[in-house]
């Protein structure tokens, strides 16, 4: 491998992994290790699947069809792909992440040492960067890769490895059994967003890496896979150091503590005073960099989408405002609201890419995959109805589907149907 395409590897996989390690993936992991205590490593197992394993896939995904998530087009009707694009990054972006990086900053990184700051002013500040650094798109992944995401990685690996060295070789036993563990950590995946922003970033990654030259299908595969590889590495040290952390925090896991409490509290236990600086250090590298690629991906994806009649920059501008709206709320507020959004659109991100994965070559008819994914949106949908209104015959349902226990329901059905109708769209 030449000395350029070991560099822009390296600097795409750490843009990558910056882009997904947001505010969520600060937060969860160790939210995860003091609910779970002795069982950890079994919600690990669980939290890897949906989370890392399911996003890589998602990348590999939209690498195999094109630049970008919105090259499905080309296969599928665009109407169909397109209402999935607007959802997910509606999703990811304006409703839940990035609002989410503004409200979590605040509190961790200026409440506690500027308290005469308001979170507006912050707000003002804090999305006006993010808008200034999302204007030049050709930049994005230099400024995020080389600039920015080195100082996330350095200030997490000082508070993990200082936290393992002193942490407790006990773990507390919170009465979980293996499979309550594990769902428990396949659950919390979905609320880290990095599924759907695997969706949505790869593209950005990946027209960077068309950029620097490997424009052939097999190098800019090979490219994007090993960028791929790299950022899952760092998120496997990243979330399991901080779920370990979470673990051994002699935190009582009590209803009532917030995620932010538990990563101030570990912070300022493990590095003393210094704690407070290092882990607002690393909130405020983590939300920018997603925050900045979110805000990015939403003014590409809206520009292609109404080819070109909504500028970039237009796009832009309008999650960056939306955003710094919504981020009055508190972390808490906005991880609530989500789960119901992340319930919707989730399965069906996860449903389209295993199906272009595992049948894309194989399987040509876009019958199976447009009935796979609206199975998955309709049955997804009636859970969340049943689960708000509490309707019991929906709720019975919903348990006695295979994999419930796991929270992925849908999953069966979902196959089967695209099995049956390509079947009969293969004999008709």
Same mark, same amino acid.
């Given at each position: 491998?030449?000395?350029?395409?070991?560099?822009?590897?390296?600097?795409?996989?750490? *843009?990558?992994?910056?882009?997904?390690?947001?505010?969520?993936?600060?937060?969860?992991?160790?939210?995860?290790?003091?609910?779970?205590?002795?069982?950890?490593?079994?919600?690990?197992?669980?939290?890897?699947? $949906?989370?890392i394993?399911?996003?890589?896939?998602?990348?590999?995904? #939209?690498?195999?069809?094109?630049?970008?998530?919105?090259d499905l087009?080309? &296969?599928?009707?665009?109407?169909?792909?397109?209402?999935?694009?607007?959802?997910?990054?509606?999703?990811?972006?304006?409703?839940?992440?990035?609002?989410?990086?503004?409200?979590?900053?605040?509190?961790?990184? +200026?409440?506690?040492?500027?308290p005469?700051?308001?979170?507006?002013?912050?707000?003002?500040?804090?999305?006006?960067?993010?808008?200034?650094?999302?204007?030049?798109?050709?930049?994005?992944?230099?400024?995020?890769?080389k600039?920015?995401?080195?100082?996330?990685?350095?200030?997490?690996?000082?508070?993990?490895? +200082?936290?393992?060295?002193?942490?407790?070789?006990?773990?507390?036993?919170?009465?979980?059994?293996?499979?309550? *563990?594990?769902?428990?950590?396949?659950?919390?995946?979905?609320?880290?967003?990095?599924?759907?922003?695997? #969706?949505?970033?790869?593209?950005? /990654?990946?027209?960077?890496?068309v &950029?620097?030259?490997?424009?052939?299908?097999?190098?800019?595969?090979?490219?994007?896979?090993?960028?791929?590889?790299?950022?899952?590495?760092?998120?496997?040290?990243?979330?399991?150091?901080l779920?370990y952390?979470?673990?051994?925090?002699?935190?009582?896991?009590?209803?009532?503590?917030?995620?932010?409490?538990?990563?101030?509290?570990?912070?300022?236990?493990?590095?003393?005073?210094?704690?407070g600086?290092? /882990?607002?250090?690393?909130?405020?590298?983590?939300?920018?960099?997603?925050? /900045?690629?979110?805000?990015?991906?939403?003014?590409?994806?809206?520009?292609?989408? $109404?080819?070109?009649?909504?500028?970039?920059?237009?796009?832009?501008?309008?999650?960056?405002?939306?955003?710094?709206?919504l981020?009055?709320?508190?972390?808490?507020?906005?991880?609530?609201?989500?789960?119901?959004?992340?319930?919707?659109s989730?399965?069906?991100?996860?449903?389209?890419?295993?199906?272009?994965?595992?049948?894309?070559?194989?399987?040509?008819?876009? *019958?199976?995959?447009?009935?796979?994914?609206?199975?998955?949106?309709i049955?997804?949908?009636?859970?969340?109805?049943?689960?708000?209104?509490?309707?019991?015959?929906?709720?019975?349902?919903?348990?006695?589907l295979?994999?419930?226990?796991?929270?992925?329901?849908w999953?069966?059905?979902?196959?089967?149907?695209?099995?049956?109708?390509?079947?009969?769209?293969?004999?008709?």
């Amino acid at each position: 491998m030449d000395k350029k395409k070991f560099i822009t590897i390296l600097t795409a996989g750490f *843009a990558l992994f910056a882009m997904f390690f947001g505010a969520g993936n600060l937060v969860i992991p160790p939210y995860i290790g003091l609910k779970i205590g002795a069982l950890s490593g079994v919600a690990f197992a669980g939290f890897f699947v $949906s989370d890392i394993l399911l996003s890589f896939l998602a990348v590999v995904m #939209v690498a195999s069809v094109g630049l970008t998530f919105t090259d499905l087009g080309k &296969r599928f009707p665009p109407l169909f792909v397109n209402a999935l694009v607007f959802l997910i990054i509606v999703t990811l972006g304006p409703l839940i992440c990035v609002p989410r990086t503004g409200s979590t900053t605040y509190e961790v990184a +200026v409440q506690p040492f500027f308290p005469q700051i308001g979170k507006i002013t912050f707000g003002v500040l804090y999305f006006g960067i993010t808008l200034l650094l999302s204007i030049s798109k050709a930049k994005i992944v230099d400024i995020i890769g080389k600039i920015l995401t080195p100082f996330l990685i350095l200030s997490l690996t000082i508070l993990i490895v +200082v936290g393992t060295i002193n942490a407790p070789k006990e773990l507390v036993d919170n009465s979980y059994s293996f499979g309550e *563990a594990f769902a428990f950590g396949f659950s919390k995946g979905y609320l880290t967003l990095d599924v759907l922003a695997g #969706v949505i970033f790869s593209g950005l /990654i990946i027209s960077s890496i068309v &950029r620097e030259g490997y424009r052939s299908e097999a190098e800019k595969k090979q490219v994007t896979i090993l960028s791929g590889v790299i950022a899952a590495g760092c998120l496997v040290f990243i979330y399991g150091g901080l779920l370990y952390l979470g673990a051994t925090s002699n935190l009582s896991s009590s209803e009532g503590i917030s995620y932010i409490d538990i990563l101030k509290h570990i912070a300022y236990s493990v590095l003393g005073d210094n704690g407070g600086i290092v /882990i607002s250090i690393a909130v405020a590298f983590a939300c920018l960099t997603s925050a /900045i690629a979110i805000v990015s991906a939403m003014g590409e994806i809206f520009e292609n989408i $109404s080819k070109g009649r909504i500028p970039y920059k237009w796009g832009v501008w309008i999650c960056s405002l939306v955003s710094f709206a919504l981020s009055i709320r508190s972390v808490d507020e906005i991880i609530h609201y989500a789960g119901y959004l992340l319930d919707f659109s989730y399965p069906i991100t996860i449903a389209l890419t295993l199906f272009v994965l595992f049948f894309g070559k194989r399987v040509q008819s876009n *019958a199976p995959y447009i009935v796979g994914v609206t199975l998955t949106a309709i049955l997804s949908g009636l859970f969340i109805i049943g689960d708000l209104l509490h309707i019991a015959w929906i709720n019975n349902f919903k348990t006695l589907l295979p994999l419930a226990d796991y929270r992925i329901e849908w999953f069966i059905p979902a196959f089967l149907s695209f099995i049956i109708t390509a079947i009969i769209v293969k004999r008709v």
